[in-house]
Each structure stands twice: as C-alpha cells, then as structure tokens.
C-alpha cells in the first residue's frame, strides 16, 4: 500500500504539468540535459558507467541536430581503462498532438578509448597492463522519448545501440554496447517571443 | 572501331545531360545551397579483407540543379586479423551528379572525385606467440566513384546512402601472416617509391546533412 503510494506521488506532478495545452515542441527548441548512464557490452557482458550529457536544437518540430558526450566513469571487469565517447548527428521525432515526443536517430561518433591486456575476472588478481590510448570511430543509433512537462522542464528516456573497436598496441576490444539513460531535462525556445507560448 | 564506338555510347548520356544544363529556366534554382553534416563509413573489401569503420564530416555547395559537390574527411579504423591495427585519414571531394529527379523523397547521384590519404599499419602486442614488424605508413592520393541516393526527411534535412569504390595510386603497404611452429609472424611491408601500385577498397556511408542556407 506503502509502494503505491509513493508511486502516485512520484507521477503526481506528470498529471499536474499534463494540464497545460500549449505545445512546446516546435521549431527553435533548445533542450539540454546531465544524467547518469549505463550499458552493457554486447560482446563481454561487462557494465560501464557514464556520466552523460547532451544538446539539442529542433531545426523543425521534426528534426533535431543533437550532440552528446559520454565521460566514462567505471567498468565492472576492468577489461576498459578509458571510454569517452562523443557523438553528433541527427533525430526524427515522431508527430504527436501533444507534449510527448518520441524520436529515433543516427549519430556517427568517436570514442577516446584505452584497455587493460589482460581483463581481471572476479577475485583473481593479475598484473595488468594498459594499452596506448587510441581513437575509435562509432556508429550509433538512439531511440527515445521526451515529456515536455512545461515550458522549460521535461523528462526523458533515451536508449542507444552503438558499434565500435578500440583497436591498439595490445588486443582489441569490442565497444559493440546497449546503453540507457533517463532524468530531467532543460528546455527553451530560442524563436519564440515573450508572452506567447 | 568498336572500341571507339562503345565509347561514343558510353559517352551519350553525358551528351544529353549537358543539353539539359543549357536550359534556361530552373537551372539556378537550387544553386547555393549549403548543407554540414556528419557521416559513419565502412570500408570493406580491401587487401586485408577486413571490415573498417569510420567516422566522419562533410559539407555540399551545390552548384546547379543537376551538380552538387561534396567536401569530406574520414577516419577509418580496422583490425587486421587481430594482429595488426590500420588508421586511414582521408580527405577529399567529390562531384554528385543527379541523373533523374532533382527533388522530391528521394534523389539518386552518381559521383566521382578525388582524395588524399595518410595510412598507417601497426602491429599489436596479444597474448600469442608472435613475431612482428614495425609500423609502417605512407602519404597517397586516390579517386573515387559511386552511387547513392538522398532521402530528404524534409525540406532542410536528408539522410544519404552511398557506396563507392576508392583506388589509391601510391607506395603499397600490405600485410602477411605466416605461422611456423606455431608461431604466428605478422610482415608489414612497404613497397618502395619506384614502384607505385593500385589499392582499392569499397566504402559504404550513411551521412545526415543540415541544409543551412544558400550562399548565392
């Protein structure tokens, strides 16, 4: 009863914001947002963790054009020293007649990336080395959503396929991963004049 | 004779096509625009028949409503066998030609240009028991060919499918691996000045571009 509870009062304010009529999503939209995120290495089964972030100006309701930067802060089985990643490109978002706005997209990247040459598993201690740190080039899609809560705030869900090899002096390791990151977002609208939603 | 006149058919669409560029009217209507973008590339087929993946940028000046031009740099990465490492830097431009619509969905190209590569081969240290050479790299020019066609999402965006085949005219620098009781030997070899020899590959793209505006 507890639970249910808190999960009405966690989504109170989603039917609160849902109360306004005014479409934000247009063009000259600007959304920005920091949030923690995760995936998990397709082909190691390994986690990473990110700190992630990312830009984006709605060239039309449609069409974004949208930077993001991943900083990676951890890998479960140390088989990746290093793994920030840089992505830019372009999302479709799907028309909808209110503030919810789900997108798909294709963002080309590059990944700052170094490795362990031989990764520990479990307790097992090995000596490790790390190879030279290299550049990787990805390719990426994302699919998602936002929810313009108001005028300035929405949340967002946004999920990430990406394909890549760090290739170095030592052996290389497959950045082929599925990543997730949600929160709060900021968003404005730089065409828009004052007064007039 | 024959040789000559298949390159006389060959040669006719070209002649047609240049009939049309002499109209007058809606010849300059899309000249000037400007497009940015970015792109992801693979490179396959290869000497080392491995797979590459890039990553990239570019921007379009179109020139009339048949001929765009596009400008690009890439940086491709591939594992030769999980032995050696090789880094391409290309940067070059390429003429797109729009053979039959000009607008619309979709708008397929031909295109033809030229390019200059910096590639370097680097053998890589595994658990293995290996013997390897050094690294070698060399400078390269090259030109390309190939098809494609934009989806033009909406009036400012399009996504570009293309494949083309790039041969590159300079010093070789090709990869061998021999195994002797059970060691695997990795050659990076060069050839020299003297001897300039043709490499291709084929390379897949899939770009995303802004249209931002006309310069003219």
């Not at chain 1, 009863?1 to 039917?15: A, D, T």
């Not at chain 1, 990473?48 to 930067?69: H, K, M, P, W």
């Amino acid at each position: 009863m507890v639970k249910q509870i808190v999960i009405i009062l966690f989504f109170m304010p989603l039917f609160l914001f849902s109360q306004e009529e005014s479409r934000v999503i247009d063009k000259g939209l600007v959304r920005f947002q920091g949030t923690i995120g995760m995936g998990k290495l397709l082909n190691l089964n390994e986690t990473n963790i990110f700190l992630t972030g990312n830009l984006e100006y709605y060239i039309q309701s449609l069409i974004s054009a949208r930077g993001d930067v991943y900083y990676f802060l951890k890998n479960d089985e140390n088989s990746l020293k290093q793994n920030h990643q840089l992505f830019s490109g372009a999302s479709y978002h799907i028309k909808t007649n209110n503030n919810f706005d789900p997108y798909i997209g294709f963002q080309p990247g590059m990944a700052l990336t170094q490795s362990f040459n031989s990764p520990r598993k479990g307790n097992e201690s090995v000596q490790q080395f790390s190879s030279s740190t290299s550049y990787s080039p990805l390719i990426s899609g994302v699919v998602g959503f936002n929810y313009y809560a108001s005028k300035w705030f929405h949340l967002f869900v946004d999920g990430r396929i990406v394909q890549g090899r760090h290739l170095s002096n030592f052996n290389a390791v497959s950045l082929n991963e599925v990543r997730i990151s949600f929160g709060l977002g900021f968003n404005f609208n730089v065409l828009k004049k004052k007064g007039k939603n | 004779m024959r040789n000559f006149i298949l390159f006389i058919v060959l040669l006719t669409p070209v002649i047609f096509y240049a009939q049309e560029e002499m109209r007058p009217s809606n010849t300059t209507k899309a000249s000037g625009m400007f497009e940015l973008g970015v792109r992801s590339t693979i490179s396959g087929f290869g000497s080392t028949n491995n797979i590459g993946t890039g990553f990239g940028g570019q921007f379009r000046l179109r020139i009339s409503k048949r001929i765009n031009t596009e400008w690009f740099a890439d940086f491709i990465t591939e594992d030769i066998d999980g032995l050696a490492k090789r880094n391409d830097y290309h940067i070059g431009w390429s003429v797109m030609f729009y053979p039959f619509a000009t607008e619309g969905k979709f708008v397929p190209y031909i295109l033809a240009g030229h390019c200059f590569d910096y590639t370097k081969v680097s053998p890589v240290r595994t658990n293995e028991n290996i013997i390897v050479d050094e690294a070698q790299s060399r400078l390269s020019s090259a030109t390309q060919l190939g098809i494609g066609t934009h989806f033009n999402a909406t009036d400012y965006f399009d996504v570009s499918f293309g494949v083309q085949y790039m041969v590159h005219l300079g010093n070789d620098i090709h990869t061998d691996i021999d195994e002797h009781n059970r060691t695997k030997e990795l050659h990076i070899e060069k050839e020299s000045h003297s001897n300039p020899v043709l490499e291709g590959h084929l390379l897949f793209t899939v770009s995303v571009n802004f249209k931002l505006g006309k310069i003219w």
